[in-house]
């Protein structure tokens, strides 16, 4: 069972490039997240869409772009890269927005220098 | 999403039950209590969710007070995997409306430490 796959795992970047981290899911899901979570806290959100073609802004969305053309991809879009941005990305899946379960991927692990 | 209170950590012992409690005291009627928890290195991964009455799975038991006030996680036979965070968060069941931010929020949570 793939569920949510997140690539790359592992990734550096010098301040000022940029990178698209890739998201897809095979369960069908209609909902789809990117949370990025910093040493000893939570993760926080930073962009959700509800299905294809619609996406809309969560907690810390700036300096980060996102779009869904298909129901299995989700991409994060990462312009112009910040030491700010160095932290832990999931992507994470669920059907609808009710008390669903909601299933996340093994992370990515970006640093910016 | 409505805030919870955990503690910060706790400690137990392997092959003891453990009781991780959780409140929520603005908890509206529509709030669905999720369970989380995020081994080291890893996602989070769901544990347990419910809205009125106690629930079991396979994983753990889900207390939630009569007033829905708060919650209690209750892991029955603690292992050495089970040492992980575990976030309670409140989910609203609400339709997309076009605007504000959807998912959970997720605070610090509860640091579980299992002792041999």
Request: aromatic share 10%; hydrophobic share 30%.
């Amino acid at each position: 069972n793939a569920g949510v796959t997140q690539t790359p795992k592992f990734r550096i970047l010098k301040i000022g490039q940029s990178m698209t981290l890739q998201c897809t899911q095979d369960m069908n899901h209609n909902y789809m997240y990117w949370y990025r979570q910093d040493p000893g806290m939570g993760l926080k959100l930073i962009y959700y869409s509800v299905g294809a073609g619609i996406t809309d802004k969560g907690e810390v969305p700036n300096g980060y772009n996102v779009s869904r053309s298909t129901t299995e991809d989700f991409p994060l879009r990462l312009e112009l890269a910040a030491p700010s941005q160095t932290s832990v990305y999931f992507c994470a899946s669920n059907k609808d927005s009710s008390g669903n379960t909601i299933y996340f991927g093994e992370g990515s692990w970006l640093t910016v220098v | 999403d409505a805030k919870t209170t955990q503690p910060n950590s706790m400690e137990s012992n392997e092959e003891e039950p453990v009781h991780l409690p959780c409140n929520h005291s603005t908890i509206s009627g529509t709030d669905y209590i999720h369970w989380y928890r995020q081994l080291p290195s890893q996602g989070p991964e769901y544990v347990i969710h419910g809205l009125t009455s106690n629930v079991n799975n396979r994983m753990a038991s889900l207390a939630i007070a009569e007033d829905r006030k708060s919650s209690t996680l209750i892991l029955h036979r603690a292992t050495l995997r089970d040492a992980a965070v575990y976030y309670c968060i409140l989910r609203a069941t609400l339709l997309y409306s076009g605007g504000g931010a959807d998912g959970l929020t997720f605070g610090k949570g509860t640091h579980l430490i299992i002792q041999p």
